[in-house]
């Protein structure tokens, strides 16, 4: 079993930045890719970035690429999403996952889940 906690968001104007940042317990941080999604009001939830377990490969969304950057410290078990430049359609609730799969990009892919933090992004 792996434990997810995020934590970082909040409500933040457009244009500004936040750092999301998911600790996890429980089996070895680095034997799992890490990934984040979000889910938006009245949307399905949709991925955004993974990383590798030794973080030297990484994946977005088109949506987010050159904006958001994922990143992991296996040291703190701990991975990060710097969210830069945000817009008002960047608001939802963010999700971070484990998965056993190299840079997965669907939900199904994903064994472990966190409960989410909610970026509002105000225009």
């Known amino acids: 079993q792996v434990q997810l906690v995020e934590s970082g968001g909040g409500l933040v104007q457009a244009g500004g930045s936040l750092r999301l940042s998911c600790a996890a317990s429980?089996?070895?941080?680095?034997?799992?890719?890490m990934g984040w999604f979000r889910q938006a009001p009245g949307k399905e939830r949709e991925f955004v970035a993974t990383?590798?377990?030794?973080?030297?490969?990484?994946s977005y969304a088109d949506s987010v690429k050159g904006q958001f950057t994922i990143s992991r410290d296996n040291a703190k078990s701990t991975v990060y999403l710097q969210m830069n430049n945000l817009k008002p359609e960047d608001t939802a609730i963010y999700y971070c996952?484990?998965?056993?799969?190299?840079?997965?990009?669907?939900?199904?892919?994903?064994?472990?889940w966190g409960r989410g933090t909610q970026v509002t992004v105000s225009s």
């Open positions: 996952a484990a998965s056993t799969y190299w840079l997965a990009m669907t939900q199904g892919s994903y064994h472990y």
């Open positions: 990383i590798s377990r030794s973080g030297d490969s990484t």
């Open positions: 429980g089996r070895t941080f680095s034997s799992y890719a």
